[in-house]
Every structure is written in C-alpha cells, then in structure tokens.
C-alpha cells in the first residue's frame, strides 16, 4: 500500500520555511510524504505599512486560495497571522504546541525597554506593540520596520534603528537567541493573539488530511488559541489592531487577560476572565464583553483612523 501524500503549501521566508519543515517533518516521522509548494502572498510584495494597505490576510489570502482550488492539501500559518473570520471550505485541522508567546527587545546597547535611551528609535510593525511600549515610555520613536527577520536585524545593525521588538518565538526556531536583550514582561506587553503558535489548515471536507493531521494537535494550545480568536473577533479588532491577549491553562481552568489601547498608548483597558478549557469561545466572547463595557470599540476605530 503506498505511503499517503501530501503537498503542503507556504511562503518562501526564512521562518515560514522553518515552519512548514518542521510541520512535514513531523508528517514524515509518521510515514506521510509531504511535497513543499512556494507560495507567494501579497504581505511578501508589499513595502507599506501593513495597516495602510488593508492588512487583513496579508500573508495568508493567496495560500488559502491555493488550497480551495485544491493545488495543496494543507497550509501552515502563522497562527497569529491568521484571520478570525472563517473561510468558507476551510478548516483549521491542527494547532501544534505552542512556542514562546513573549515579545523580546533587540537591541546593541539596553537589555530593558526602562533602560532604552530617552528618544531611542524603536522599530516595529505591530500596532499593538507600538502602543503598549508608548503607554511605558512615551518618549520613544516608534518607527515603522517591514521585511523578514534578517533584514530587520540588519537594519538595526546598521543604525538606522536604537532597538527592535521582535516575537520569541521566531528569533529562536531561526536559531538568533542570541540577539535578544532582554524579553518584554507580560505586565508591559501582552502578546499578539495566537502569537508563537502555528495554525495548520486544511479543506473541511478532506477528511483523509484531517485525519492525517489529528496527531500534530495540542490541545491546551489549541483551547488557549481559540480563546483568544474568540476575544479578537468580538472586538471585530482584526490581526493588526492595537489589541493584546493571553490564554492558558492553569489548575484545570482556562485564564484569559486581554487588553486594548489607543493608538497612542495613553488609554489602556484590560480584563480578565476563566472558565472550564471546554467552553474556550465563550471565555473569548465573555472577555471581550468586559473590554467593550470599557470602550474597547472605540479605542479600535480611533486606532484604525
């Protein structure tokens, strides 16, 4: 009986080739032959700002297309990367266990955000990551970055910025632990939904990829995740809205903290909530509630304006 097949579609960078590696390699350590397939996104052509060129599935619209017309049989994403609205045909099959969710400061000259030069020029592409370190330091120059992992280093490098602020979990699976400073506390900088975990998608009605995939599932990742997806699409907040939000399990139950800022980052509300791992969509809803009682929408559409 032959071998099942696969043919696993995603971006050329350096990291979204380390991910879709070690999601085939896993698949072949379970007698799956896996085909890679390039796919280019509109996120790898772009040179804007991501907010001003529509931002939403940026890096994952051309690759769920792909997959539709059935030219692969699954995608990995990044899951933070990832839309919550759901496409209709797909289905998110398997999230693997989750990496370092933390954000991590790059820098030649401070291991801390505190320690930072007054003015220092900060580089990042993240609204919610320009926003919480302005509600720290409000003196910094957050200054847009675009391009992968080494070209941002490079460019830091060559003084065009003071520091960076990167994910943990990228600078790790490229092996660059050694250029982070110091890692962000949680206190100052909530993660990006879904950060440091990845998504693997499929057709819905492929029941034999499915099935194929059912293995590489966490479960407390995929519960914390779906949490998490959940708050983000009941703040209608999209990927790169200046929202951060943390799920886990904890002694049995699932803790969520979510917050929302300003633009600026003067304004700043969060919220808290658990529940049962099984009822993880509600917790997401229930959090999300508590930040729009708190005029979370508002902050979002300012933010976006």
């Known amino acids: 009986m032959p071998s099942p097949r696969l043919r696993l579609g995603t971006r050329a960078s350096p990291l979204a080739r380390w991910q879709a590696d070690w999601v ?15 796919i280019s996104t509109q996120g790898d052509v772009t040179t804007g700002p991501l907010g001003q060129i529509g931002g939403q599935g940026l890096f994952t619209k051309e690759i769920q297309r792909a997959l539709l017309d059935e030219q692969i049989d699954l995608a990995v994403h990044s899951l933070k990367d990832l839309p919550t609205e759901n496409v209709a045909g797909l289905s998110l099959a398997a999230v693997p266990e989750r990496e370092s969710i ?34 720290q330091r409000p ?37 660059l632990d050694a250029r982070i400073a110091g890692i962000i506390p949680l206190a100052v900088m909530l993660p990006a939904v879904g950060q440091g975990a990845l998504g693997i998608e499929t057709r819905a009605d492929d029941v034999s990829a499915r099935q194929l995939l059912a293995p590489l599932n966490h479960e407390p990742t995929q519960q914390s995740v779906v949490a998490e997806r959940s708050l983000l699409a009941a703040l209608r907040g999209g990927c790169l809205a200046p929202v951060g939000a943390l799920g886990r399990l904890e002694n049995g139950s699932l803790l969520l903290d979510g917050v929302v800022l300003s633009g600026d ?41």
């Open 24 to 38: 085939a390699g896993q698949l072949r350590q379970r007698g799956v032959e896996v085909e890679l397939v390039l």
């Open 102 to 135: 933390a954000d991590v400061l790059v820098c030649n000259a401070a291991k801390s955000v505190a320690e930072l030069p007054p003015n220092a020029r900060v580089g990042t592409g993240s609204l919610r990551r320009r926003a919480q370190l302005l509600h």
């Open 139 to 175: 003196d910094l120059q957050m200054l847009e970055i675009r391009g992968n992992v080494d070209t941002r280093l490079r460019k830091l490098d060559s003084g065009e910025y003071d520091a960076l602020v990167l994910a943990q979990a990228g600078l790790h699976r490229l092996a």
């Open 265 to 305: 980052g003067r304004q700043r509300i969060a919220a808290s909530a658990s529940g049962p791992p099984s009822s993880a969509a509600k917790l997401g809803q229930q959090v999300a509630e508590l930040l729009i009682a708190q005029g979370a929408e508002g902050l979002i559409a300012a933010a976006r304006a």
